[in-house]
């Protein structure tokens, strides 16, 4: 017998939580589970799935009952953002479907009853980080979430790609790179752009590239007006191309669940600078693979930047640390821990 996990995403972006969930589809593909994608309608996640896999696809719009509605003729629904979760719990009083959720980031959750019985009806929550899973016992002691860490994206390179970007900048240059939503009370843009204003001219060789787009992109643009070692990139998909050519990546975001971006950067052997926010300390330990550092301090970001630029031997350690780490958060290994969630959660629904 064949089962069916239906995976719901309904968010309205491409950031971390729908790669994610674009891996853990492309890696479940070929384990004996048929899959679907309930995804809004018109959204990357929908476009790049269909494009990409041959996997069913049914789009929706972000509402509760059309989420529900969309969830005939599943085995297991599994819930990739916050808002998805009631159309998944509205769709369980009727049809008794299991359904898992996965919280990727570290706000609270809405502390009402609606949200309090969704959570308690579900048959597993996993959590992307330790952090993350503290927050949703927090919300409810009675909940027991698993921690399942996000994977690194594998990602491909082009070299004729890499000798592009690069023609853009002097030889010897060194780049510091940024790959995120450009959603600033998130990411903390806003320092990245203070530390370039303040070492255009002290250090004209250190170039900063921002790359991905938002809804803050014409906010941050207009904030670093007159920064010249500055530069958006804008949405791309060879995101690898990009971190080949980066010297450092930094992170210095206000909030994030765990910052699956790092996983790459580490991947590609980059030291990181980010900041000891949500679940990010479970991946970067300071001194060891990189620098975690007070979030809301452009001072200590600078700071961090120039100790790697004048410390290319500390860089190469950080590097060879990351990779070693970023060995045992790879998306097969994401894969591996949701198969043995589902296969539980099927065995106990056979055995009732």
């Not at 009402?112 to 308690?120: E, L, P, T």
């Not at 479970?282 to 975690?292: K, R, S």
Request: one cysteine or more; glycine letters at 8%.
């Amino acid at each position: 017998m064949t089962f069916t996990i239906a995976h719901i995403n309904t968010s309205r972006g491409f950031r971390g939580g729908e790669r994610q969930t674009e891996l853990l589809i492309e890696g479940l593909q070929g384990s004996g589970y048929k899959q679907i994608l309930i995804a809004r309608k018109n959204r990357q996640l929908a476009r790049r799935v269909k494009k990409n896999m041959d996997v069913e696809v049914r789009e929706v719009s972000s509402g509760h009952l059309s989420v529900a509605l969309a969830c005939s003729n599943a085995d297991i629904l599994h819930v990739h953002d916050g808002r998805s979760v009631y159309g998944a719990y509205l769709n369980s009083l009727i049809s008794r479907t299991p359904y898992i959720i996965t919280r990727r980031v570290d706000n609270p959750i809405s502390n009402h009853w609606f949200s309090r019985q969704a959570y308690r009806s579900a048959s597993t929550i996993a959590a992307v980080a330790k952090q993350v899973a503290n927050i949703i016992k927090q919300f409810d002691p009675s909940l027991k979430p698993k921690v399942v860490h996000s994977g690194s994206s594998n990602l491909i390179t082009n070299e004729t790609n890499i000798k592009k970007i690069l023609s853009d900048y002097p030889k010897n240059s060194f780049l510091v790179g940024h790959v995120g939503a450009l959603d600033n009370n998130q990411k903390g843009q806003e320092f990245i752009i203070e530390v370039a204003r303040d070492l255009q001219i002290s250090h004209p060789d250190i170039h900063f590239l921002l790359v991905g787009g938002g809804d803050d992109e014409a906010m941050l643009k207009k904030m670093a007006a007159g920064v010249s070692n500055l530069k958006f990139i804008g949405f791309v998909n060879n995101v690898g191309d990009y971190l080949a050519v980066f010297n450092i990546f930094i992170l210095p975001s206000r909030k994030e669940g765990i910052g699956s971006i790092l996983l790459d950067a580490m991947a590609m052997k980059l030291p990181v600078i980010a900041c000891e926010v949500g679940g990010v300390p479970d991946i970067v330990h300071n001194n060891l693979n990189g620098y975690l550092i007070e979030s809301e301090r452009p001072d200590l970001l600078k700071e961090a930047i120039l100790s790697l630029y004048n410390q290319p031997q500390l860089c190469a350690e950080f590097s060879k640390r990351g990779s070693e780490i970023a060995v045992d958060y790879t998306a097969d290994i994401m894969c591996k821990k949701y198969l043995k969630i589902y296969q539980s959660i099927l065995q106990d629904s056979n055995k009732t």
